[in-house]
Every structure is written in structure tokens, then in C-alpha cells.
């Protein structure tokens, strides 16, 4: 039962599927049409609010006052995440959001790029970030230590956020649609109705997890500038 259950999450079928479920990640945005670049609608407007909405929470926090490309980035990596894990949403399509595979490639790449960064132009404000201001003289070498631990793993914690809430909600709608089919029609209707609520709760965590991971790369991105 185990195995079956978490068979959803499995890419490797066979070479063929293989290649197919990865692709999925991408293969999207070949189903926008071009119109959508070119002709102003409600569907471009409304993404337009959102991403200039994005930008200014995005600049804030990266203390940028002029207009700057720096918020692209995590205005692309937004979309990304958004995208597949809506497209996870939809039946017999592969999540690749749900592999530390993809969640951990993203976050390691940003994590070592904004390190080496930080390291390379502003190592002295990397120095003082490990030690709080007015920390005590005793506790300095355990702050340092504290503090570097909790940069390590970065990364890492933000891959496992991502993956666990989207194979956590996967799971229940799993679990729920292979319920026992010999119900009576009251309880067919409970549980229709059940997933239908989990579906929306699924929908406001793919939304609320792209959020996070981009406002947590942004913070991260402000502490070596």
C-alpha cells in the first residue's frame, strides 16, 4: 500500500515516461499563446499586478530605491515554482516540485551564489552578520558557530519546506481518491465535497509556498549586500 501511495511521486517508470515527466516542467509555457505577450488582456493585467506588486515588496527588501533587475530573479523564480505546482495540480501530470531534486537545485544554486557573493565583495559585513550586536564577549565563539550552522543549512530547509507541504497535500487527495467506491451516495457526496475543499487548500499552498520561497531567497539575497 505504501509503495503504491507514493508512486505518484516516482519519475522513473520507464525511459520514455522518464524523459516525459521532467520535461513537464517547461513544456507549459509552450501552451501560453503569443497573444497573451503581445495583446493587452485581463489575463496579462492581472499578471502584470502581480508581478509589479512583487517587484516593489521585492525592492523594498533588497533596500533598492531606483529600478533595478535584481528582483527579476526572484520574480522569475516565483513564477517557476507557481507554474509547476499549479501543473502538479492537475491529474496524471508529474510534480517535479515535490523532488528534492528540483527544490534543492534551486535553492543550493541561489544559496552558493549569494555566498560566494557576500564572501567575495562584503566579507567584512559577513564577518560582523555572525555576531549579534551587544552579544556578550563569552558567548561570541557559540553565536559564531550558531550562526554559521544556521546559514549551512539554508538551503536545505528551504528544499524540504517546499517538498514536504506538496507531497503532504498530494498524499491526502491521493489517499482520499482511493477511497473504497461502494459508498452510499450521501457519503460519495461528503467525499466528493472533501476533495474539492482540499483542492482550493491545495491551490492557496502552491501559491503561499512560492511566496515564501521567494521572499526567504530575497532576505537571504539582502544579508550579503
Do not use: C
Not at 515516461?17 to 520535461?23: E, K, Q, R, V, Y
Not at 527579476?72 to 523532488?99: D, K, R
Not at 528544499?159 to 450521501?186: D, E, K
Not at 476533495?195 to 509556498?209: C, G, H, K, R
Request: aromatic share 16%.
Amino acid at each position: 500500500m505504501m509503495s503504491n501511495l507514493f508512486s505518484i511521486f516516482d519519475p522513473t517508470t520507464n525511459l520514455f515516461n522518464l524523459s516525459l515527466n521532467w520535461i513537464s516542467t517547461f513544456i507549459g509555457l509552450l501552451f501560453i499563446p503569443y497573444s497573451f505577450w503581445l495583446i493587452p488582456n485581463r489575463y496579462y493585467i492581472f499578471w502584470n499586478f502581480i508581478t509589479n506588486k512583487l517587484h516593489n515588496e521585492f525592492k523594498m527588501l533588497l533596500g533598492i530605491n531606483s529600478f533595478n533587475g535584481s528582483t527579476f530573479i526572484f520574480i522569475s523564480l516565483f513564477s517557476f515554482i507557481l507554474f509547476n505546482n499549479f501543473l502538479g495540480l492537475f491529474p496524471y501530470i508529474f510534480t517535479s516540485t515535490s523532488h528534492l531534486t528540483i527544490s534543492l537545485s534551486i535553492s543550493l544554486s541561489l544559496w552558493i551564489s549569494f555566498m560566494l557573493y557576500g564572501w567575495i565583495n562584503n566579507y567584512q559585513h559577513m564577518f560582523i552578520h555572525m555576531i549579534p550586536q551587544g552579544t556578550p564577549s563569552i558567548l561570541m565563539p557559540f553565536m559564531v558557530l550558531i550562526e554559521t550552522i544556521s546559514n549551512i543549512i539554508r538551503p536545505g530547509t528551504l528544499a524540504v519546506r517546499l517538498t514536504a507541504n506538496m507531497i503532504a497535500g498530494h498524499l491526502l487527495l491521493t489517499l482520499l481518491s482511493s477511497t473504497n467506491s461502494n459508498l452510499s451516495f450521501f457519503m460519495l457526496f461528503i467525499l466528493i465535497f472533501m476533495q474539492i475543499l482540499l483542492l482550493i487548500l491545495e491551490s492557496a499552498v502552491a501559491i503561499i509556498q512560492s511566496y515564501v520561497i521567494s521572499i526567504l531567497s530575497t532576505l537571504y539575497s539582502s544579508e550579503v549586500n
